[in-house]
């Protein structure tokens, strides 16, 4: 039966079974047609809000599966849509009715202790990659959560624990191996392909090709204090205030964010982590406190290992990496601004800074 693929110019591309089998003979991977058993499961992202269908998946096991997934599509002139972790808020890893290419099954990770450097395939999760450096004590300077994945993290720029300390994790990027447009594998890095390095850093949006593995630096792994302060409703604006003045002048050692919860009677609670020596960090909680002009309701600290802070944020502190990915998905939206002064009411409490 013939399978009809969204093309890449918006219109359609018919496809005998005969030209999908062909490709199948040269794929190592298993390639999903809709009505494949394990198609529905495949197609799903973290974000539940995403219900796209691809008109045919490809699994990858390995570089050479991406080098034929995007030659066929190339030739075919298929929409094509790439998922690496699959965590991506907006799910830009599946199409409706394209060719989507999977690299979830990519996960292997080799770790130079000497070299101080930590080689990670497209497929894996922030987890997967702290799971085997934490063997040798090190760490790659990644996001907040396990179960995000490398690849949108460092194609996006990338900041979690230690990018005030050390930069964003794209900082701290030796090298890709990327699979071109038209099919060619080549490496990126500082003194090779420099301006494709340069792109795939954040530069670019993430789409001057598919990156199938990555080569990290890493740093001896800090443990990591987590601490979170909820404050009353009647300080809201005053939180506000003195967390941005708070942060500007915080060492690098310290990240916080501030969560306004918009309701009948607002909610704020200041979260944050802490990589700095021990004991140190009452003080600057203190300071916050202080300038807040009023004691939390509620407050607490937790201090872990690098890779278990990772899994105290995903909700599995006490699950392996593997379960941690399998927790399953949330519907989730989201959106970003930069602001520098706002006059807004949050519930009945104006806010104005």
């Known amino acids: 039966m013939t399978i009809e693929l969204r093309a890449a110019d918006g219109g359609t591309v018919q496809v005998s079974p005969e030209i999908v089998q062909a490709f199948k003979a040269g794929f190592r991977g298993p390639v999903m047609t809709p009505d494949a058993p394990d198609y529905e499961e495949t197609r799903k992202v973290w974000n539940a809000m995403i219900d796209r269908r691809p008109g045919l998946i490809v699994r990858c096991t390995g570089t050479q599966d991406v080098v034929n997934a995007v030659r066929f599509a190339r030739q075919h002139r298929f929409l094509v849509s790439v998922r690496g972790g699959g965590h991506n808020i907006a799910g830009l890893a599946v199409c409706d009715g394209g060719l989507m290419i999977d690299l979830s099954l990519m996960k292997g ?3 130079d202790p000497k070299a101080r450097t930590a080689r990670a395939q497209a497929g894996c999760t922030l987890g997967d990659v702290d799971r085997e450096t934490q063997l040798h004590g090190l760490a790659a300077v990644l996001g907040f959560v396990s179960t995000t994945g490398i690849a949108g993290l460092t194609t996006g720029g990338g900041f979690g624990y230690l990018t005030r300390r050390l930069g964003w994790t794209c900082d701290n990027l030796v090298s890709m191996e990327v699979v071109t447009a ?12 420099a301006d494709l390095f340069w792109a795939l850093r954040g530069g670019g949006g993430g789409n001057g090709g598919i990156v199938t593995d990555f080569t990290f630096a890493t ?32 060492p690098n050692q310290l990240s916080a964010l501030c969560a306004i919860t918009a309701a009948p009677t607002p909610t704020n609670r200041v979260t944050g982590t802490w990589t700095g020596p021990a004991g140190a960090l009452s003080g600057h909680l203190a300071s916050l406190i202080a300038a807040v002009g009023a004691s939390p309701t509620s407050r607490t600290t937790h201090t872990y290992g690098y890779l278990d802070a990772m899994k105290y944020f995903a909700g599995c502190l006490n699950e392996t990496v593997a379960a941690c990915k399998s927790h399953g998905r949330e519907s989730f939206r989201a959106a970003s601004r930069m602001l520098v002064v706002v006059v807004t009411t949050v519930g009945r409490a104006v806010i104005s800074w």
């Open 109 to 111: 990770v080799w770790v």
């Open 219 to 250: 740093v001896p792994a800090p443990t990591v204090t987590i601490f979170s302060l909820r404050f009353p409703a009647s300080r809201t604006a005053r939180v506000l205030r003195a967390w941005s003045t708070w942060m500007d002048a915080a």
């Open 182 to 193: 038209e099919g060619k594998l080549v490496r990126a890095a500082a003194d090779e392909n």
